[in-house]
């Protein structure tokens, strides 16, 4: 028995199921390994466990199957430390214990211990230890140390005693070994894991013997041929370590040689080696202001989504709800929608500095809406509808603009022009009523301007820059120096009309950063405009069409691009209640700013489900030629799929930088599908991605992009995926992109938290040979 003791791991974590091994499995000898904690539930669950930074420590996860779930099938799974990988977990079979260890010094006053799901089976965890190390021990010069194999030498000579915890304070499996032969060597040799890895390799001596007089023991130790070190003499019951000081990457056979000395009597001796890959976590992690305040958040609503591990990295698993930058890992946005919040709105989110959208409708919130919200000062949209919220809403955030509350048409009055006359600085605010149930029209539902001031803006229509069914576009100025686009209804179009309320009505009532941001709008006489914040960048079509002059769109940023109109189009979809169809997406509806990220456009043919249950809607087929979802022009009836077929067109431009309807000079019409399947069908990636890129984007990420263009692209609705579905896959596509070390050239929730498994977490000083002690948090 080692001694140590175990402590139950409910207080380290909140997911999971409690289950122990069969009985045929059970080992008196293997205690910690009779029960484990399993996760049916969520891709990623981790552990949150409190370190002290600057500390290096030896940490353990074990895994024993012993059939607990009576399936006798082998999960295999994923393990990581924070936002990075660790290891792939793979059992040899039900009975064996794996263990993984790792060594690694934590630059926060926590770690995360995350096992995901890669589809391949539930993931569990029988044991986790951690183990303070001296800072002196294991050294090298960068990175973590992940443990390759360790050969407990001694262990080949059946009298030998195996050392474990408390003579090893580290709990390593330790005894002694000499060469058979006196005058032999001792020789090991393996071959490397990975030919691109880095390795270090340890060995631990200490002499057993009580040594007389006349006797010596010194022996010199080489690797891969050349010295290592020369004349070592291990100590009477105390270890030594010696160690390569740099990195080992032969991509190939090793060989360790330890042989006697020249004046030695006795023969070498090793008791244990062990061999360590280097591990670089680059993955970079969020921010930990917005850390702190997000896990605040979480503890006082309560809040039971799959917020797990790191909030915004890696980007595949990042909380639900949640958006953040991709270049400094801050919350930029955070919907927490119909999640049966209750009480006031939390402080902490004053602490999310950094944050463009706050959705906070459609739960239960009450008390004033607090003076906090208007000082960040990054805010753009902010969603705190159908609410309990009662008092006046600060003045800060009625200067802002373009903040939503319950009931809007309330709100939206203290942005009219006739409002205007009120004094700079003036603590004046709106009053937020409950129950209300008046209609908001055109007049209370966004800024309203005159011909006149239409004019002013344009500066007298001075220049188009866009062109569409609807009418012209214009570039405009606002006093404030704000630039815009002004869309201008032509005054015969009857249909426009009716697409203009159509419009306003929709954008007043969606905000999201990948929706078009409308400012205002003019109707009057026969003069209808929408005013919108000008998108510097133009839209799509204009950045994909084959004669572009301006800088090629790179895959990355093409992958952003999708990214970004997929959550659009998830927010439209799943965000707004009743779900909101878009009906006319295309690479010209999706506008890019300065920073190529895309904002979906246009929304006048869109369609509000008549209830959250609805699937469809009956109309008139609507969109355009080349988008047009077959199923829905052929029976009428229009649905979300709809707008996944849309997409899914969208996407393939995006690949091939062909459009929807290719019209090649020499060859008839084909539609992009069409163009597509052949080479989809025999694997050709090559021959479908745009020609102008080649050479510069993973293949990897780009298969599972075309892939998944095609499965949107389904003749069948019922085979196309949800747009949720979707954005989790292209996020995918973008970090396996962002994440390929270089690039491959083409060509050439409601789970039990009863005790589960036991946590091991030894806290001893660095030279401490006292039992673990039982921590309970």
């Known amino acids: 028995m080692t001694g140590i003791n175990y402590i139950s791991d409910e207080t380290f974590i909140s997911t999971g199921e409690n289950n122990v091994v069969l009985q045929e499995y059970r080992n008196k000898y293997q205690e910690p390994y009779m029960s484990l904690r399993s996760f049916p539930a969520g891709i990623r669950n ?8 600057g500390t290096k420590y030896l940490i353990r996860s074990s895994f024993k199957y012993g059939n607990y779930d009576r399936q006798n099938i082998l999960p295999e799974f994923e393990l990581q430390l924070g936002t990075n990988v660790w290891d792939s977990v793979k059992l040899e079979d039900a009975s064996t214990i794996t263990n993984k260890e790792l060594i690694h010094v934590p630059l926060r006053d926590y770690i995360h211990v995350c096992l995901v799901n890669t589809g391949l089976g539930i993931p569990f965890i029988s044991a986790l230890e951690l183990r303070p190390l001296p800072n002196t021990s294991y050294q090298t010069q960068t990175g973590s140390l992940a443990l390759q194999w360790r050969l407990d030498t001694g262990q080949i000579a059946a009298n030998l005693t195996e050392y474990r915890y408390p003579d090893d304070v580290h709990d390593r499996f330790c005894t002694a070994a000499t060469p058979k032969n006196g005058t032999h060597a001792l020789y090991i040799s393996w071959m490397d894991f990975d030919n691109s890895a880095e390795y270090f390799v340890y060995m631990h001596f200490a002499e057993f013997e009580k040594l007389q007089p006349n006797q010596s023991r010194q022996f010199n130790i080489t690797m891969n041929g050349e010295s290592l070190h020369e004349k070592v003499v291990p100590y009477y019951l105390s270890s030594s370590t010696i160690y390569s000081t740099r990195a080992l990457s032969t991509g190939g056979q090793n060989n360790l040689s330890i042989f006697k000395a020249k004046n030695s009597t006795l023969p070498p001796i090793l008791n244990a080696i062990e061999v360590y890959s280097v591990k670089e976590f680059l993955e970079s992690r969020t921010n930990q202001a917005d850390v702190d305040a997000i896990t605040s958040i979480k503890s006082t609503y309560k809040i039971k989504k799959n917020w797990q591990g790191d909030p915004c990295s890696p980007l595949v698993n990042s909380w639900e709800g949640i958006d953040c930058s991709n270049e400094h890992s801050r919350i930029v946005s955070l919907n927490l929608s119909f999640s049966g919040l209750t009480g006031e709105i939390a402080p902490y989110i004053s602490n999310l500095t950094m944050i463009h959208i706050l959705d906070l409708s459609n739960n239960n919130l009450t008390g004033s809406i607090p003076d906090f919200l208007s000082r960040l000062r990054k805010l753009m949209d902010l969603n705190l509808e159908k609410n309990e919220l009662t008092g006046l809403v600060p003045v800060g955030l009625i200067q802002r603009g373009r903040m939503v509350c319950y009931p809007y048409a309330v709100l939206w009055a203290g942005f009219k022009r006739k409002k205007q006359h009120a004094h700079c600085g003036d603590p004046f605010g709106v009053e937020v009523m409950q129950n209300s149930n008046q209609n908001s029209s055109l007049e209370a539902e966004g800024q309203r301007f005159t011909y006149p001031e239409i004019v002013e803006i344009t500066r007298n229509f001075a220049s188009i ?26 005054s015969s179009s009857t249909q426009g009309s009716k697409e203009f309320e159509n419009e306003v009505k929709l954008l007043v009532r969606a905000h999201h950063r990948n929706l078009v941001s409308l400012v205002g709008y003019c109707d009057e006489g026969e003069t209808m405009a929408l ?15 084959a004669d572009v002059t301006l800088h090629v769109l790179t895959w990355k940023e093409r992958l952003q691009i999708a990214v970004d109109a997929a959550r659009g189009l998830d927010y439209l979809h799943n965000g707004c209640k009743p779900s909101i169809v878009h009906r006319d997406l295309k690479t010209s509806n999706i506008l890019l700013n300065e920073n190529l990220h895309a904002m979906i456009a246009d929304f006048g043919l869109s369609k509000v489900l008549a209830t959250e249950s609805a699937t469809h809607v009956s109309t008139d087929p609507k969109g355009t030629f080349g988008y047009l979802d077959p199923q829905y022009y052929n029976t009428g009836k229009l649905n979300k799929k709809s707008d996944i077929y849309s997409f899914g067109i969208v996407l393939l431009e995006l690949i091939t930088g062909r459009a929807a309807i290719i019209r090649d000079v020499e060859t008839e019409p084909i539609h992009i599908c069409r163009w597509v399947s052949p080479n989809f069908e025999t694997i050709e990636i090559e021959s479908i991605v745009d020609s102008r890129i080649q050479g510069t984007y993973n293949t990897s990420s780009a298969w599972k992009a075309l ?69 309970s948090i």
């Open 46 to 53: 981790c552990y949150k466990i409190n370190v002290t930074n």
């Open 465 to 490: 820059i866009g062109r569409g069914g609807f009418g012209e576009v214009y570039f405009g100025t606002l006093q404030n120096q704000t630039q815009v686009a002004v869309k201008l209804l032509i």
């Open 531 to 545: 005013v919108y914040n000008f998108v510097a960048n133009g839209n799509l079509q204009q950045r994909l069409s």
């Open 707 to 775: 892939q998944l263009a095609m499965a949107c692209v389904s003749l069948k609705a019922i085979r196309r995926p949800d747009i949720t579905f979707i954005y989790k896959d292209l996020k995918e596509c973008l970090e396996i992109e962002m994440s390929s070390g270089r690039t491959q050239i083409v060509g050439n929730d409601d789970t039990s938290s009863s005790s589960s498994i036991r946590m091991a977490s030894q806290i001893e000083s660095e030279t401490s040979s006292s039992s673990p002690v039982i921590i």
